[in-house]
């Protein structure tokens, strides 16, 4: 039987980890969580599921024996092993690496390698918080990696002012770095490679990878809008390799889904119950803060019944 699978989370130390994560999840964070991994199949994080007859099994090992379940027609698109999406909170104190991503590798018009395309919900940004996101206008390629040995590349880069409640998307190979003072749920392709260009002194300096990661830079991306998400039903992703939606909730209502596959939900305020539908089979999830859920590719429609006010993010892959 099909129903809604909840995840393990998983704390990753980040040397620009904030304490805003560990507040919220007192009981399952310690101090120093920079990253919280909500959902991912990845070679040092792939998700557990934590409910229901598939409880105690990966992400990946439900790929390998449910594979049209979870992905219904979007099994025939490629023939990756993996999960497409990854879910995770980000908590910054101060600024990330300036990096880019990989982008997607296709032969004969199917995926064969996954890149990283990635976007940004903010849920608490300080004043004056920025993601620093591509170059600026007139800022040549060698003017820029001139900038990564002998100079401070922010000072080329758009710095992007961001409020809560902002969505901003980034495509694989934009050059970009995470300021410091956000908190961001991140939705992501399911990808852990990133290339670092340029990084703050840290106590332990880590690896560069200065010549692949230009190499994958697309410097003539245009720069995306930065979008709000206070409307009741807010489409912020409808194009690249996966869809979001925005949903503040205060009342019932049901929801018919018009994509394939699976669907993610991921509770950022306030208690939701969500019952999702697939034909005689009614499953329902009750959400609190910071809760995931992924129901399979069979689900395809949804009734959401909220205490209160409620702020959900749907997401789905699209390829």
């Given amino acids: 039987m099909s129903y809604p699978l909840r995840f393990h989370r998983t704390a990753v130390s980040k040397p620009w980890a904030g304490s805003r994560l560990s507040n919220l999840f007192p009981d399952e964070l310690p101090a120093g969580t920079g990253e919280s991994i909500e959902l991912a199949d ?3 994080a792939c998700s557990v599921v934590a409910n229901g007859e598939w409880r105690g099994q990966t992400i990946r090992q439900l790929m ?3 594979r049209q379940d979870l992905l219904g027609d979007l099994s025939g ?6 999960f497409p999406l990854a879910v995770k909170f980000l908590d910054t104190a101060e600024a990330l690496s300036v990096q880019d991503h990989p982008s997607d590798l296709r032969r004969d018009g199917r995926l064969v390698q996954r890149g990283k395309s990635e976007c940004w919900i903010v849920l608490d940004a300080e004043p004056e918080a920025v993601i620093y996101q591509g170059l600026k206008k007139g800022v040549s390629a060698d003017e820029f990696a001139a900038s990564l040995t002998g100079g401070h590349p922010f000072e080329l880069m758009n710095a992007r002012h961001l409020v809560r409640g902002d969505y901003l998307y980034n495509e ?8 410091g003072g956000l908190t961001l749920l991140e939705i992501q392709q399911n990808c852990a490679i990133t290339y670092r260009l340029w990084d703050l002194p840290r106590p332990v300096m880590r690896e560069m ?3 692949a990661g230009l190499a994958a830079a697309k410097l003539d991306l245009l720069l995306p809008g930065v979008r709000g998400t206070q409307g009741e039903d807010e489409l912020l992703q409808d194009d690249g390799p996966f869809g979001v ?3 503040r909730v205060s009342k019932a209502f049901r929801q018919c889904k018009d994509w394939q ?10 208690a939701c119950e969500v019952t999702g539908r697939a034909r005689d089979n009614l499953q329902p999830a009750v959400l609190k803060p910071g809760d995931t859920v992924l129901y399979p590719a069979e689900f395809s429609e949804f009734e959401f019944y909220p205490q209160g006010e409620a702020w959900l993010i749907q997401s789905w892959a699209r390829e």
Avoid: N
């Avoid at 698109?77 to 993996?82: A, E, G, I, V």
């Avoid at 694989?172 to 300021?179: F, K, L, T």
């Avoid at 596959?261 to 306030?270: H, N, Q, R, V």
């Fill in 42 to 44: 990845m070679p040092d």
């Fill in 64 to 66: 390998e024996a449910h």
């Fill in 77 to 82: 698109m490629h023939d990756l092993p993996d």
């Fill in 172 to 179: 694989a190979g934009m050059i970009h770095a995470i300021g």
């Fill in 209 to 211: 990878h200065i010549e």
């Fill in 245 to 247: 939606r925005s949903l």
């Fill in 261 to 270: 596959g699976f669907t993610l939900l991921t509770l950022l305020e306030g």
